[in-house]
């Protein structure tokens, strides 16, 4: 009689995920080291799905030696979440009670951190031209992800997404026809030039890079969530030291970073259901 073992796939061993990420670091630049280890480790198990593999420490020596199964891999751990005025209520109170301030600065650089696919960049260009500030405004909307990037700045998606998007700016205050910000055709849509203009879409790293611009807003949204609480406050201080005085901060909903006013006195609690914060006007 024959008899049959049944193997179970190995877990990834924090070993493996440290040489990984060490590999990365070393040979592209890219820092994952300071990511919340149970999200990077559910990532890396798609990553090993994807590339049938059992063990992790296989794709090691290919990620040294093969730029494009490299950009596979750190496309896969940075993967975005991304849609047109995803999570209405927060949009709604934005037009509601903060954009009225911020219409007191002069100018408005804003910083949208994480940029995904576009998507938030854009709900930000048509929000500010709702106000009627996106004539006085620049949105700079940083990724590490050249693809992500590249694609953002194309402004173009299916048009299967349009439905759940439309139900989105409704829901959060629209004021006019989504479809109007779009230009439509072949099974896609196209976000019009004038909302394009206004966007920088840049390649920044929270992780190792400075300050760049001194902003008015500060939008980074579901992305500390995937990162420790050390890299979520090295990444909460640089975005303070980038904020004019009286500018504003807002971080995901769900990214409850643990006594971030406490840790960071600059930045003065204004709706802790929104994660929406401001500089304070006397400190630097």
């Not at 198990?45 to 992790?56: A, R, V």
């Not at 005025?85 to 009670?97: E, T």
Request: hydrophobic share 40%; aromatic share 12%.
């Amino acid at each position: 009689m024959t008899a049959f073992i049944k193997w179970k796939i190995p877990a990834i061993e924090d070993v493996e995920v440290n040489l990984l990420l060490n590999a990365l670091i070393d040979r592209y630049g890219y820092d994952f080291t300071g990511y919340a280890r149970a999200s990077l480790k559910r990532r890396l198990s798609g990553i090993k799905h994807e590339f049938d593999i059992q063990y992790l420490s296989q794709l090691i020596p290919i990620v040294l030696y093969d730029k494009t199964v490299a950009q596979a891999v750190i496309n896969s751990i940075s993967v975005p979440t991304s849609e047109f005025f995803r999570d209405p209520p927060v949009w709604r109170h934005l037009r509601a009670s903060m954009l009225p301030q911020l219409a007191s600065f002069p100018r408005i650089n804003v910083w949208q951190a994480g940029c995904g696919y576009g998507q938030e960049a854009y709900s930000l260009a048509i929000l500010l031209h709702e106000a009627g500030l996106l004539k006085r405004s620049r949105i700079f909307s940083s990724d590490i992800n050249p693809a992500f990037l590249d694609e953002a700045r194309t402004g173009c998606w299916p048009v299967r997404y349009k439905q759940q998007w439309v139900d989105n700016y409704a829901q959060a205050g629209g004021c006019g026809d989504f479809a109007d910000f779009f230009v439509e055709a072949d099974n896609a849509m196209t976000i019009r030039d004038e909302f394009k203009l206004p966007i920088e879409f840049i390649q920044h790293n929270l992780v190792s890079e400075d300050v760049f611009k001194e902003v008015q807003w500060v939008v980074c949204r579901n992305v500390l969530i995937y990162f420790g609480h050390p890299l979520q406050e090295l990444v909460v201080n640089l975005f303070t030291r980038s904020l004019e005085r009286g500018g504003y901060l807002l971080i995901g909903r769900g990214e409850n970073i643990v006594d971030l006013p406490e840790k960071h006195p600059q930045l003065e609690l204004l709706d802790s259901s929104l994660q929406l914060y401001r500089k304070r006007i006397g400190m630097s």
